[in-house]
């Protein structure tokens, strides 16, 4: 089968799946958190096990980031999510709770040098890292440069330790859907662990289609996350259902909680 003629069948099947689903979240009906709960049989306090707790906005300060570290150990995130900088700082605050520590890589765009980005993987990892976040270059894949945007990939994992978990931002809003199956195979080509849809910094975040599509691609055994504009549980609960095993959310206590969220992060 040709590679397009792939990618439109793969589409098709996507959408068709998604399509009732998504009449009823563009129609506006929603169902209540306790029905949405019983449905997938997760409860908010299961559902924080899925969330990468994350604080990327510049000019954010100490205080900030101990909050967020005492709201993972309060409501139990899986990690917390922060520029390389602040890595060492929130290890540290977290020593012994069992939350791991995400540094995100070449981020928001992406488009620096290799050996950069894996300077900066290594450099998070000796400060205390358990997992690494990194944005693909994004030019060289719409410009079909496939050779380098998997060899970014594969130089942060030779930087990576055997059990650290690298996971590849794909930035889904500025792709087409063939760019997005292409970023899906070569991540998974390249051995990364997950893949993921956003930054959270770029024109949209996370969708229930891109999630669905790039789980299709992926299959069952390689890690979908999702990040950018989750700030509510009915939302991460219709990530979940689509295929997402991670979620990133800046507003993860509102989600857990019911309460209301401003902005993606």
């Not at 069992?98 to 993987?121: H, N, Q």
Request: charged content about 25%.
């Amino acid at each position: 089968m040709e590679h397009k003629d792939l990618i439109d069948k793969i589409t098709n099947e996507v959408m068709l799946r998604l399509n009732e689903k998504m009449k009823l979240m563009d129609s506006g009906k929603k169902e209540s958190s306790e029905k949405q709960s019983a449905n997938l049989g997760i409860s908010p306090a299961e559902l924080a096990r899925y969330i990468d707790h994350t604080l990327l906005k510049p000019g954010s300060v100490k205080e900030q980031f101990e909050q967020l570290c005492n709201e993972a150990i309060q409501y139990k995130f899986y990690s917390v999510c922060v520029n390389s900088g602040w890595v060492e700082f929130v290890a540290k605050k977290l020593r012994g709770s069992g939350v791991k520590v995400c540094s995100v890589i070449g981020f928001p765009l992406g488009e620096m040098e290799t050996r950069s980005k894996a300077f900066e993987a290594r450099s998070a990892l000796e400060h205390g890292a358990n997992e690494l976040d990194m944005v693909i270059n994004i030019g060289a894949l719409k410009s079909r440069n496939l050779k380098l945007v998997e060899e970014d990939i594969r130089a942060i994992k030779r930087a990576s330790r055997s059990n650290t978990i690298l996971k590849v931002i794909i930035e889904t809003s500025l792709l087409t859907d063939e760019e997005k199956i292409l970023a899906c195979e070569i991540a998974k080509k390249a051995d990364a662990d997950f893949v993921k849809t956003s930054t959270g910094f770029s024109t949209s975040g996370a969708t229930v289609a891109d999630i669905a599509l790039m789980r299709r691609i992926v299959g069952p055994n390689m890690g979908v996350k999702a990040s950018g504009g989750i700030t509510d549980y009915n939302k991460a609960v219709a990530l979940i259902r689509a295929g997402a095993n991670r979620l990133g959310c800046g507003s993860s206590v509102a989600v857990v909680t019911g309460a209301t969220a401003q902005g993606p992060y």
